[in-house]
């Protein structure tokens, strides 16, 4: 029997009219749609594509739908057995001749848990592909009105949590800062030393329900897992 190719799909940053006409035409060729969930949380991910299906022809209805539990936890060996266990899920389904669309939001290559399982799936010898979606930080940007980089300015995108934060932000360029849950005030105190936090605007939840708009990040509070921010 012929085995199944993964998919990794990047379904966007939040809002469903922004799934590209790939990564649509891809989930419906695919017999088996895997959707990542985070502990008891919401399924992010298929919400905002059932959003997006809502003016289209494709159906979820007919497809078997496997739910990967990724934990939103920071423990290597934890993540490691999560990661090993979603990729034999997918797995038992390619053996099967199945086609599989692994979802994730914004874009596989960007910070994305999904990469995980399709470098494994990937190793294991399986044929497999990435659709790139929409970034973020992109769509933060736009929402902002403001472009990213210009001419010959330089752009870094820096974790809410790397080691070197102050030093990067210190560089010449625009930044971007994602996911900075529970360390804002640290980082609204480093903008502010380096002179850079009149520079910097923030969304959290961009395209998603709850959505804040911060024209300037120093007056936005504790914010959580989907949040951006822009330094120019």
Do not use: W
């Amino acid at each position: 029997m012929m085995k199944g190719k993964l998919y990794c799909v990047g379904i966007g940053p939040g809002d469903p009219e922004l799934l590209t006409v790939k990564a649509l035409k891809t989930i419906g060729a695919c017999p088996v749609l895997a959707v990542p969930k985070s502990g008891s949380g919401p399924l992010t991910a298929k919400d905002i594509l059932l959003k997006a299906l809502d003016d289209c022809d494709l159906t979820l209805s007919d497809k078997k739908v496997l739910t990967l539990d990724f934990p939103m936890t920071r423990k290597d060996e934890v993540l490691a057995g999560a990661h090993e266990k979603a990729a034999k899920a997918v797995m038992a389904d390619l053996d099967e001749g199945r086609d599989v669309a692994l979802i994730t939001l914004g874009c596989p290559t960007v910070y994305a848990t999904s990469i995980y399982v399709h470098h494994l799936v990937q190793e294991a010898g399986y044929e497999t592909a990435i659709v790139p979606g929409v970034p973020s930080f992109c769509a933060v940007a736009a929402k902002l009105q403001q472009p990213l980089c210009e001419k010959d300015e330089a752009l870094l995108i820096i974790p809410g949590n790397h080691e070197q934060r102050r030093q990067l932000l210190a560089l010449p360029g625009s930044k971007v800062i994602m996911k900075p849950s529970g360390k804002l005030k640290p980082i609204q105190d480093e903008l502010k030393d380096l002179g850079l936090l009149e520079r910097t605007s923030m969304i959290e939840r961009c395209g998603l329900s709850g959505e804040k708009i911060y024209e300037q990040a120093a007056d936005a509070e504790e914010t959580g897992y989907f949040a951006v921010l822009l330094v120019k």
